[in-house]
């Protein structure tokens, strides 16, 4: 199916340990991005990249790691899980034209609980 | 940095009533604005959008004008329906190292009820 898709879309995981959420989109859109949903934040940029091997940290990477070896795959691992990071993840895409213009394609978000 | 600010939620509102969801931007510029909106339990997904000063966008009977002069994109339908209920995000348009990222408010939570 043609769009952009995150898995798991639940995950429960304990303090301390490695995980991992995917996103994967069809559309060889240039641009991805993650972002953090929490109340009373809204939504923090994470991480984004502009192509394949080119990623550049948001407002709260810490704690984040990401890679982008292909233009399709864009996944977000947590080194060691920290209670703090218990949010709803989404990861979004945008086209190979980005500019000032461009509409942003989100996925239906991961909720990653820590305990 | 520029940045979005918009009304604190959750909004409750009667079926057919007016809505007005206030935003204002903080920018260096003149940045593309947009509404974005999250249905429950959905990712978020453009609502509209303007990409210069007294720009309109609209989509589904929801309206905003891109305001130089207040440095506002408040957001407005006329008669809302159940179905409008969602979260509501402004967001605006940042440029960052190699390339431009959307830089979302805080959202607003809109409950229309019958």
């Known amino acids: 199916d043609a769009g952009i898709t995150q898995s798991p879309r639940y995950k429960i995981t304990e303090t301390g340990r490695q995980v991992t959420l995917m996103c994967h989109q069809t559309w060889s859109h240039s641009y991805m991005f993650w972002y953090r949903q929490d109340l009373g934040h809204g939504l923090r940029l994470i991480y984004y990249?502009?192509?394949?091997?080119?990623?550049d940290k948001g407002e709260v990477p810490d704690g984040y790691v990401v890679s982008r070896s292909k233009t399709e795959n864009f996944p977000l691992t947590l080194e060691s899980a920290t209670r703090s990071q218990t949010s709803v993840y989404f990861c979004?895409?945008?086209?190979?034209?980005?500019?000032?213009?461009?509409?942003?394609?989100f996925g239906q978000g991961t909720r990653l609980t820590v305990v | 940095g520029d940045s979005v600010t918009q009304m604190e939620g959750p909004v409750t509102l009667s079926e057919e009533a007016f809505l007005t969801i206030n935003c204002t931007y903080t920018a260096t510029g003149y940045p593309s604005l947009f509404w974005y909106v999250q249905y429950p339990g959905e990712g978020l997904q453009l609502l509209l959008k303007?990409?210069?000063?007294?720009d309109k966008g609209s989509n589904k009977g929801f309206e905003a004008t891109y305001r130089k002069e207040t440095t506002s994109f408040h957001l407005e339908k006329g008669s809302v329906q159940v179905s409008d209920s969602a979260v509501y995000f402004c967001a605006l348009i940042l440029e960052v190292n190699s390339g431009y990222a959307l830089n979302f408010g805080k959202g607003t939570s809109l409950l229309v009820t019958p």
């Open positions: 303007a990409t210069k000063a007294d």
């Open positions: 990249s502009a192509a394949a091997d080119i990623t």
């Open positions: 979004a895409s945008s086209p190979p034209e980005a500019d000032m213009n461009t509409e942003a394609f």
